[in-house]
């Protein structure tokens, strides 16, 4: 495990940022979902960029407990993984305005 807190965090993030999508292209084209749910793509990845952050989250208290450290790696990935994506990345299905209307309703960080 990362001992740095912070970069522990980003770290989780960049994982998500690079397997998040492929694993629902991969979901999708294996035919799992009923078409009802793969027919509005757009949410459907909002809703898969949620459960994985979800997942990335338990994962890092799993691993950490509960205490200061894993919050400030918490804050780290959801810092990281909403940010808007580097310009070559083709990670993100959302457009960047998109993306920012979304951070713009996010509620603020922990003091």
Known sequence: ??????????????FHRRLGTRL??????????PDDRRRDRA?????WECFTLYA??????????FNRETAAAIDALHE????????DASRRATPSTARSDRKAARPGRRP
């Open 1 to 14: 495990m990362i001992a740095d807190p912070v970069r522990r965090g980003q770290a989780l993030a960049e």
């Open 24 to 33: 629902l292209d991969d979901l999708l084209e294996s035919g799992a979902l």
């Open 43 to 47: 949410m459907l990845r909002d809703e």
């Open 56 to 65: 990335c989250v338990r994962g890092l208290i799993a691993a950490g407990g």
């Open 80 to 87: 990281a993984a909403l940010a808007d994506p580097p310009a």
